[in-house]
């Protein structure tokens, strides 16, 4: 499908798209933003893979694919029809997953020489969270297969809570190591591991780009989310370009005082309780989301983002 003529008009360069292609994980991490786990539910089809691509096509700008979770590797067959159907249309394909397949080099290697030539960046989780301290290392295992098949590879690790001298990552968590974001399943588990710091310094969002974004996630709804659990709308109920051209983050009503003064500034407008601190600016800003669920239901969506399952 050709791009929208309309694209050139559109306030963000939007590069990338996120997939959750589901909720589910075999693993149900302390430090997870999605609350993935064994019992979450939202799994994408083919068919909604096909009309997110639909949609990519349309907006004109979008250059990278990513298939994540929860875990991707779980609906495998799932995960190969979206990477075909990905490559066919010229987009660079990304996976992130935690590797819990690869229990051995010859496991590894059957679970990755399908995707031979089709990846252009394998994103491994390797860090306590993911049992990278017991015993065998699949993280290892799976990049030295996919080194040996060519596959741009590389770890990506959150550090324990209270690590010193480890940044964040900012948008899209990069290669090598990264902080906790306590936002997700770390604002109930982690949080009160770190010292609590005052909630009136939490002025800004530090980790995303909430003007411009260049990168979104789309779960298996049709949410899309320019941070895990606030949606500027469904690409399954509107056309993204539409969506995107029609986006105004300072209207928006989570975006708009995050814009203006951070989390703090969340708390200040709607007049919230709150506590007298937060472990960081993630805490504060979840906390605040979660007490205002009820009244932005179709902005602060869905329950799996909050751990309402």
């Not at 490559?87 to 290697?109: H, M, S």
């Not at 968590?173 to 906790?180: D, H, K, Q």
């Not at 530090?206 to 941070?227: S, Y």
């Not at 989390?263 to 800003?285: F, K, M």
Request: charged residues 25%; contains cysteine.
């Amino acid at each position: 499908m050709a791009a929208d003529p309309s694209i050139e008009t559109l306030p963000t360069p939007l590069s990338g798209l996120h997939l959750l292609l589901t909720y589910e994980c075999n693993y149900a991490c302390d430090h997870c933003f999605v609350w993935g786990g064994p019992s979450q539910t939202g799994t994408m089809t083919v068919e909604s893979i096909e009309q997110i691509l639909r949609e990519a096509d349309t907006l004109g700008t979008v250059e990278w694919i990513y298939f994540e979770g929860g875990e991707a590797f779980l609906y495998f067959a799932m995960l190969r029809t979206g990477i075909r159907l990905a490559k066919e249309r010229g987009y660079k394909v990304g996976i992130v997953t935690n590797a819990y397949w690869a229990t051995t080099d010859a496991d590894a290697l059957e679970w990755l020489r399908p995707l031979a030539g089709s990846i252009d960046d394998l994103s491994i989780s390797n860090d306590v969270y993911h049992g990278s301290d017991e015993g065998v290392n699949q993280a290892e295992i799976a990049r030295r297969v996919a080194k040996r098949l060519n596959m741009p590879v590389d770890f990506i690790r959150v550090a324990a809570p209270g690590a010193c001298d480890v940044p964040a990552g900012v948008g899209q968590l990069p290669a090598g190591e990264s902080a906790v974001l306590y936002r997700g399943r770390a604002a109930d588990k982690l949080s009160s591991l770190v010292e609590a710091k005052p909630w009136e310094q939490f002025t800004v969002c530090p980790w995303e780009d909430l003007r411009k974004p260049e990168r979104l996630h789309v779960d298996p709804f049709g949410n899309l989310h320019i941070c895990q659990g606030i949606s500027i709308g469904n690409l399954f109920k509107r056309p993204l370009v539409k969506i995107m051209r029609e986006y105004d983050p300072d209207s928006h009503p989570i975006v708009g005082p995050l814009l203006v003064g951070g989390p703090a500034e969340i708390i200040r407008h709607y007049e919230l309780a709150h506590e007298d601190g937060y472990a960081d600016h993630c805490h504060l800003c979840y906390k605040a989301r979660c007490a205002l669920r009820e009244r932005f239901p179709d902005v602060l969506t869905p329950d799996q983002m909050y751990g309402d399952i």
